[in-house]
Nanobody
């Protein structure tokens, strides 16, 4: 099992980014996939989940701004992040069960 994130970067407040998590070694429809984030000096926070059946969950702070989705043909999970705020600054991690990606840095700053 391997998870590889990409798509992070520096963006101004109000901007958008799309994170990708390329998965290998399993099918995305076999289990839930999650995005977590860790802000500087803070603990790990669950941001969004997409279940095996395609149901989605979001932490309150990102509802209406972030969208988790997946492309089964590409075996890739996405996190579309709109209207970004400075408090969204964090390292974002893709997760499936006990497997984690290496993380991708998102910095929201003017």
């Amino acid at each position: 099992v391997q998870l590889v994130e990409s798509g992070g970067g520096l963006v101004q407040p109000g901007g958008s980014l799309r994170l990708s998590c390329a998965a290998s070694g399993f099918s995305l429809t076999s289990s839930a996939m999650r995005w977590y984030r860790q802000a500087p000096g803070k603990g790990l926070e669950l941001v969004a989940t997409i279940s095996a059946g395609g149901n989605t969950y979001y932490v309150d702070s990102v509802k209406g701004r972030f969208t988790i989705s997946r492309d089964n043909a590409k075996n890739t999970v996405y996190l579309q992040m709109n209207t970004l705020k400075p408090e969204d600054t964090a390292v974002y991690y893709c997760n499936r069960l006990r497997s984690w990606g290496q993380g991708t840095q998102v910095t929201v700053s003017s």
